[in-house]
């Protein structure tokens, strides 16, 4: 009895971690890849007009916290007074944020 419960907490336990991944995915290919890519590069013909930073790049990861990075999801980006990312507070919770972040840095190379 205790072996088939364990099984069924591991089942559970991994069923989540497929279903969190699947939701990431689908919010970063709904919300970010139009300028970020699917792949994070950025090399996407509206992420090269905004100036989408490379997320495979080590050095680019380097140059920013997941704080930042959470704060320019949630409250968007300008650049001379003009938006350059729109913010994602009302479109995504603050831990659908974080998971975008985590996935952004999934990007490192």
């Keep these: 009895m205790k072996h088939t419960t364990k099984l069924a907490v591991i089942t559970a336990l991994i069923g989540g971690a497929l279903s969190l991944q699947a939701d990431v995915e689908a919010n970063w290919k709904k919300h970010c890849a139009s300028c970020h890519g699917a792949d994070g ?33 949630k409250e968007g980006i300008e650049k001379d007074g003009k938006p350059v990312m729109k913010p994602y507070a009302e479109k995504l ?6 998971e975008l972040v985590a996935h952004i840095r999934s990007f490192k190379k």
């Design 93 to 98: 919770t603050d831990d659908e944020i974080k």
């Design 41 to 73: 590069k950025g090399q996407t013909t509206m992420g090269k007009k905004a100036g989408a930073k490379d997320y495979t790049d080590a050095k680019v990861q380097e140059s920013f916290t997941d704080e930042q990075a959470f704060k320019a999801t």
